[in-house]
Nanobody, 124 residues
């Protein structure tokens, strides 16, 4: 099976930046569509960003568009989320997800594997 491990979450001031990483197991990582989701206390899990197998297509939630960038390194089997101009409302547990199809998706039910999450806290 595919194993995903997120890292990079921490406490940061509003306006600051963080880079989250998601390391994946498996030789077929390059064929997976990947995504980032987040969940704040008392809120439902929401879509953040997705990227297709070749990194030729990306898509972002309106709330993060222009501030966040998703990327991937298929040689290292890692997906990243660069987070700039962070706001307190970005505070959440961030989850990496993989789907066993090459295209990306904004729907959580279309993903097959999930990481354990990493906490991002943005102070005001």
């Amino acid at each position: 099976q595919v194993q995903l491990v997120e890292s990079g979450g921490e406490l940061v001031q509003a306006g600051g930046s963080l880079r989250l990483s998601c390391a994946a197991s498996g030789r077929t990582f390059s064929s997976y569509g990947m995504g980032w989701f987040r969940q704040a206390p008392g809120k439902e899990r929401e879509f953040v960003a997705t990227i297709n197998w070749s990194a030729g297509f990306t898509y972002y939630a309106d709330s993060v568009k222009g501030r966040f960038t998703i990327s991937r390194d298929n040689v290292r089997s890692t997906v990243y989320l660069q987070m700039n101009s962070l706001k307190p409302e970005d505070t959440a547990v961030y989850y990496c997800a993989a789907r066993l199809r090459p295209s990306g998706s904004s729907r959580y039910e279309e993903y097959d594997y999930w990481g354990q999450g990493t906490q991002v806290t943005v102070s005001s």
